[in-house]
């Protein structure tokens, strides 16, 4: 994700890697069934650009795949890994279905929110952070869990939850520590030393995200 937003209004354009990936993708459908693949492109403009999907955006999607956009737009709305809005560098996605339910996910939420703080338009006000509260992910062996962008984090606790977050907050923080001088450095060690924190819980690879109820 880039770190400026772009507007709504933006002309989007793929690069060069993108279309060269749209080929790959497009060869795995008949040609004249190339709309089928309007879940990758979603999911791949998503990643191109900034995270989330702005009407121009899906708009290009719909362009590039020869269908209406409300066609593009169905689909966007129906999968929850589709964002229509802006999402912070990390989209935090608790799992509050079933089997997290009964084992705490409503506690893990709420360490989650408590340890990102004051959220505007559902963003974060450092901007690294938007939290959501979603259906069944799809690994209820490890539950309670959660999904970081495309990582699983399971058997959390509220503890290792608030830790996931501290921790991400380190790493956006890194490079920032790593401008400041060597004598800057030393006056802040105290604090910033103790910040280095062990991933919290399992990680894995998140499967497909499910259709939204």
Not at 2 to 19: D, E, G, I, K, V
Request: hydrophobic residues 40%; glycine residues 4%; proline residues 6%.
């Amino acid at each position: 994700m880039t770190a400026a937003l772009r507007s709504p209004t933006t002309h989007y354009a793929w690069s060069p890697a993108a279309q060269q990936r749209i080929k790959t993708i497009l060869n795995r459908y008949p040609a004249e069934r190339k709309q089928s693949a309007v879940i990758p492109l979603l999911a791949l403009a998503q990643d191109e650009f900034d995270g989330w999907l702005p009407v121009p955006l899906m708009q290009l999607v719909a362009d590039t795949l020869e269908m209406p956009y409300i066609r593009v737009y169905e689909v966007a709305t129906f999968y929850t890994m589709f964002n229509l809005k802006p999402v912070g560098k990390y989209h935090v996605q608790v799992c509050t279905n079933c089997s997290c339910m009964v084992r705490g996910s409503a506690d893990i939420l709420a360490a989650v929110q408590q340890e990102v703080g004051e959220v505007v338009d559902g963003v974060s006000t450092d901007g690294l952070f938007t939290v959501s509260d979603v259906e069944c992910l799809g690994a209820c062996v490890n539950a309670p869990m959660l999904q970081i962008n495309k990582d699983y984090h399971l058997d959390l606790t509220p503890a290792k939850a608030r830790k996931l977050i501290q921790e991400l907050r380190f790493d956006a923080v890194k490079p920032q520590a790593a401008a400041t001088p060597k004598v800057a450095q030393k006056a802040t060690s105290k604090t910033t030393g103790k910040a280095a924190i062990k991933t919290a819980g399992r990680t894995t690879t998140a499967p497909k995200a499910k259709g939204k109820k």
